[in-house]
């Protein structure tokens, strides 16, 4: 009978059942004090100290300027919900709307920043790069931290800068000050 139930079920419906049912299981495990195994463990990586600490210095910068606005965090209407860790806009071009809230945003950055985090790869952070400028965002920064590396990603190449002044669309920010203001 159980089978029946599931017979018709797709692949990813399949896959978040059996996330859910191992969830369920380990949940019941260490309910009653027994040891859960490491390999079920889930290890769910965020952002890391300095992740959070370069998003904060970057949005500092970014409002100082005046002409343009740093959203972090915001689901862009962009293959499903794309993220970048900040969406650079032009002062004015994004207003909220507290009577009724959206849960993706249509409206396209100029710039979308990302940030390196332990568990990223730059690898996979270009290839997310590439998806903002198809999509039709003028430019893309990824800051890798340990080298102070921004990587430029336009529709027209990718350059890289290492903690120096990186301008994209008339926005400009020195991140030799951004990365040295550590103290």
């Not at 380990?26 to 463990?41: D, Q, T, W, Y």
């Not at 915001?74 to 900040?86: A, Q, R, S």
């Not at 102070?148 to 669309?169: C, L």
Request: charged letters at 25%; aromatic letters at 10%; proline letters at 5%.
């Amino acid at each position: 009978m159980l089978c029946e139930l599931f017979k018709h079920e797709s692949r990813k419906t399949a896959k978040i059942r059996n996330y859910f049912f191992v969830f369920f299981i380990l949940k019941i495990r260490e309910i009653r004090g027994k040891k859960i195994p490491n390999f079920f463990k889930i290890k769910m990586m965020g952002p890391s100290i300095n992740h959070s600490y370069l998003c904060k210095r970057i949005i500092v910068e970014i409002e100082k300027t005046g002409k343009w606005e740093a959203w972090p965090e915001l689901t862009l209407d962009i293959e499903g919900g794309l993220v970048p860790d900040i969406a650079v806009y032009k002062a004015g071009a994004l207003k909220p709307d507290f009577t009724e809230d959206k849960i993706r945003c249509g409206i396209l950055p100029v710039i979308a920043v990302e940030i390196v985090s332990p568990s990223q790869s730059v690898h996979e952070l270009m290839i997310k790069a590439g998806k903002f400028l198809k999509a039709g965002i003028s430019a893309v920064w990824t800051v890798e931290p340990y080298g102070g590396v921004i990587y430029v990603s336009t529709p027209g190449g990718r350059s890289v800068v290492v903690a120096e002044t990186v301008q994209s669309q008339g926005l400009e920010l020195d991140f030799g000050t951004i990365f040295g203001k550590i103290d």
